[in-house]
């Protein structure tokens, strides 16, 4: 399994409003969100928090072997 960098999810603010891809409700422009390049997606920070904390302790773990 092999994942480049750039792909890793990060926390922003919605620049515009767009759907959450997690629970399809809408998200407003300027609402704290998640967003993952890898899927093109975005969703509410609260909505993907435990895969975005999950995602970053995998990244930190990498970094500890470089
Ligand atoms: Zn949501």
């Known amino acids: 399994m092999s994942r480049k960098r750039g792909g890793d999810p990060y926390r922003t603010n919605a620049r515009?409003?767009?759907t959450c891809h997690t629970c399809?409700?809408?998200i407003r422009k300027g609402e704290p969100i998640i967003?993952?390049?890898?899927?093109?997606?975005?969703?509410?920070?609260k909505c993907d928090e435990a895969d975005y904390?999950?995602?970053?302790s995998l990244i930190a773990?990498?970094?500890q072997f470089q």
């Open 16 to 18: 515009f409003n767009s």
């Open 61 to 63: 773990d990498e970094e």
């Open 24 to 26: 399809k409700k809408q």
């Open 35 to 45: 967003y993952w390049p890898n899927g093109c997606h975005a969703a509410h920070f």
């Open 53 to 56: 904390n999950h995602s970053m």
